[in-house]
């Protein structure tokens, strides 16, 4: 066999590819560029040289983790105001300090102690929803997470914009700047239906298909949302959405809590993607989604933190189990999203609402390689009988080894490699000395 050399070899016990339930033992992933090149046991790798070999030899190896939906820069706010439902906490709370503290600096700061945070815990992928959308791509780059930068659009102002054409204006101008960059995507982020009249509605689908931008937007996330849109338009949000053509395959609607059995039939045969927010979810006591009908119907459906205001970490392993356990209690069956469906819902469907599928979610030749390792060798997940189960059930993110994306080696044996730990808590205090003034 002819030899070749490329910049990254990792030898791996375990290694789950995702393109099949299979687990494959003593595997390796050669890495050339930013490029999975090659896939096969160890034993048959000897022709394969690499400037870089690494022997993880109690670890599985799996794609990155995808957050579908989060507000990175709100670490900010991590627990600054708890146990509220989601309308108290936004207008009383979340809102006004937004209002005080939300700037350029603000966002890049909060983004980047998010980011690491997420680097931590295996998360290579963040769709991400805020203001200062140049803030968010710049810590993106830093970091060198594959940032998804969803431009907040809302019919009130904020210290970043006056009305949603200027929202919608900046957010494309800001865009322009990192179009050669790709690792950075925007995507428009109307708010909410509550937050976003039909007319901004409208201009949005426009520019969404005029610069094939992607459409991240909350919906259904409360009965209040569904009960207010009921009073003030005479139809339920998802319905109103439909009417004014948001609900199609450029949309990843977030949250989607509270669904009627046509609701469901809808987004399937709309094709839409959803952003299922378990911890969140049950923090603001917003409800438990239906998650197996959606998924018996066909629609698409990932996983988010949300913010870490509303969930207190961004920890995509912790969120992934949750949503196989929030799961089962709803619908009261224990074969409700088995550990399997809730790792595809993680990664590969977390590309599929991406529009990414056919670059990240899975390890495969061709393929970016956004990557992670996870050591099975601590007491916590001894003994080892289901690799699977284990991830999703016994694993956290502490024990997330190494993570590259796109290649490049953005952790390794827990230590990042592009942010500075040190720094980031030290700019964590400030904030906070600032924030509790």
């Given at each position: ?9 990792i ?46 030899t ?9 957050n ?29 300090a937004?209002?005080k ?7 890049f ?12 815990g ?41 009305n949603?054409?200027?929202y ?7 865009r ?6 790709e ?29 094939n931008m ?15 849109s ?27 809590v509270?669904?009627s ?27 438990i ?19 870490a205001a ?28 088995p ?9 590969i469907?977390?590309?599929?609402a ?7 979610g899975s390890?495969?030749?061709?393929k ?9 060798s ?6 080892t ?11 956290g ?41």
């Open positions: 066999m002819q030899n070749t050399h490329v910049n990254t070899l030898h791996a016990r375990w290694l789950i590819t995702m393109d099949s339930p299979q687990v494959l033992e003593h595997h390796s992933v050669a890495i050339l560029d930013t490029k999975i090149v090659a896939i096969l046991p160890t034993s048959a790798a000897s022709h394969i040289s690499a400037d870089e070999v690494i022997q993880l109690e670890h599985v190896l799996m794609p990155g983790l995808i579908l939906h989060g507000h990175s820069a709100m670490t900010l706010l991590r627990g600054y105001a708890d146990d509220k439902q989601l309308m108290d906490w936004l207008q009383n709370d979340i809102w006004p937004e209002a503290h939300v700037s350029d600096q603000f966002v700061d909060g983004s980047l102690i998010g980011m690491a945070e997420m680097i931590r295996g998360t290579t992928t963040i769709n991400d929803m805020y203001f200062y959308n140049s803030a968010v791509a710049r810590a993106g780059v830093q970091s060198g997470m594959r940032t998804f930068v969803g431009c907040s659009i809302l019919d009130f102002p904020t210290n970043y914009a006056q949603a054409d200027e919608i204006e900046k957010g494309l101008t800001e322009a700047q990192f179009l050669d960059n690792l950075i995507t925007f995507t428009l982020a109307p708010h909410a239906p509550y937050t976003v009249s039909d007319a901004t509605f409208t201009k949005v689908v426009a520019a969404a298909h005029q610069h992607l459409v991240h937007c909350h919906i259904h996330e409360t009965e209040f949302e569904v009960n207010t009921v009073t003030e338009h005479g139809q339920r949000p998802l319905a109103r959405l439909n009417d004014l053509g948001v609900l199609d395959t450029k949309l990843i609607a977030a949250h989607m509270h669904l059995d046509d609701e469901i039939a809808l987004a399937a045969a709309k094709n839409i993607s959803i952003a299922h927010n378990p911890t969140s979810n049950m923090k603001l006591s917003s409800g989604a239906p998650i197996p009908a959606l998924l018996k119907a066909g629609v698409n459906v990932g996983i988010g933190t949300d913010g509303s969930n207190n970490k961004l920890d995509m392993l912790a969120d992934t189990r949750q949503a196989a356990l929030l799961a089962k209690v709803g619908s009261l069956n224990p074969t409700d999203v550990a399997f469906t809730a790792l595809q819902m993680a990664t469907n977390g590309a599929k991406l529009h990414m599928a056919d670059k990240i390890i495969s030749v061709g970016h390689a956004d990557i992670i390792a996870i050591n099975m601590e007491l916590e997940t001894a003994p009988f289901d690799v699977v189960s284990h991830i999703v059930y016994s694993a993110r502490e024990h997330v080894s190494h993570v590259w994306v796109n290649g490049r080696c953005l952790l390794r044996e827990r230590e990042l490699r592009t942010l500075n730990e040190a720094e980031l808590k030290t700019c964590a205090r400030a904030w906070q000395a600032k924030i509790a003034q």
